[in-house]
């Protein structure tokens, strides 16, 4: 997996710095892939950070990809849902969404979906290992749709494809560096990785981008990833943007499979 060096995210760009608009900040969360002890920890030290903080106009942003991998697709979902009954909160589809959603009605796709997290989605919901074992591919899907509240189903439906904030703009995957922001197609918003990683021209914005693992954030001149590999690592990651500076609150798994000590680190510009 790729990697990039903490110390080379303090040091101070030349020339002036990008920034979202005057007296808004914005926390950016990485893929949570059903990490509900991280999610968990991370909403609180964001809440403690931001009652802490001066008085701002303030929007989290969750990157995408809430669900698979990890044990607790079911209880992330019903988490962010809860969250944005008391607070701004935005969410953008991720392509484990996208392929959750589509498993409902597509038998390929459901099986794609089973290979790449989605095992663990179904069983974070009241079904027994034991009964799952035994259902065929069609009974599974016939099963998702008791299993699964339409609560759930239209709640990610409506998850956005972009968000746009001053200088940055926030997506799942990436943008496909050929077009302009505005002509970008779902498909690459939740797909796209090798030819916009590989793009050595400037951007319209800084892309805030999730998707792509890193073992620690990944902060570039026109892009900032920040998948830190909540499922694999024991990282989740938010970005904290407010004006021109930029900060990092990290929960941290300390013992990984689910049952360390979750810490919190901090670092990043001063406000």
């Known amino acids: ?58 929007t989290m942003v969750l990157l995408g990809d809430l669900v698979d991998r990890g044990p607790g697709s079911a209880q992330v979902i019903a988490r962010a849902r809860e969250w944005g009954k008391q607070r701004k909160v935005r969410y953008l589809a991720g392509n484990h969404e996208e392929m959750f959603l589509e498993s409902f009605h597509d038998l390929g796709v459901l099986r794609h979906f089973l290979k790449h997290g989605g095992r663990e989605t179904i069983l974070s919901y009241p079904i ?3 009964e799952y074992n035994k259902l065929e591919l069609n009974e599974l899907q016939d099963r998702l749709h008791d299993l699964v509240p339409q609560e759930d189903r239209d709640f990610l439906a409506g998850f956005e ?4 904030a ?21 498909k690459d918003l939740l797909w796209i990785r090798e030819r916009f990683l590989m793009h050595d021209a400037p951007f319209e914005k800084v892309i805030v981008h999730g998707h792509t693992i890193f073992e620690d954030v990944d902060a570039q001149d026109d892009r900032i990833g920040i998948d830190t ?27 990984g499979k689910g049952k360390g000590a979750i810490e919190i680190e901090k670092w990043g510009d001063t406000p």
Do not use: N
């Open 1 to 58: 997996m790729l990697k990039s060096l903490r110390t080379l995210l303090r040091k101070a760009p030349a020339g002036p710095r990008p920034a979202v608009p005057h007296g808004t900040r914005f926390y950016a969360i990485g893929d949570v892939h059903g990490c509900d002890r991280l999610f968990d920890a991370l909403i609180k030290a964001i809440e403690e950070d931001d009652t802490a903080s001066r008085k701002a106009d303030t």
């Open 229 to 255: 590999g909540a499922f694999r690592y024991g990282r989740l990651t938010a970005l904290v943007l407010e004006g021109e500076t930029r900060r990092y609150i990290q929960a941290i798994e300390r013992s």
């Open 166 to 186: 001053g200088d940055y703009a926030f997506v799942h995957a990436c943008i496909d560096p050929r077009r302009a922001l505005d002509d970008q197609s779902r």
């Open 161 to 164: 494809e972009m968000i746009l």
């Open 128 to 130: 027994k290992k034991s």
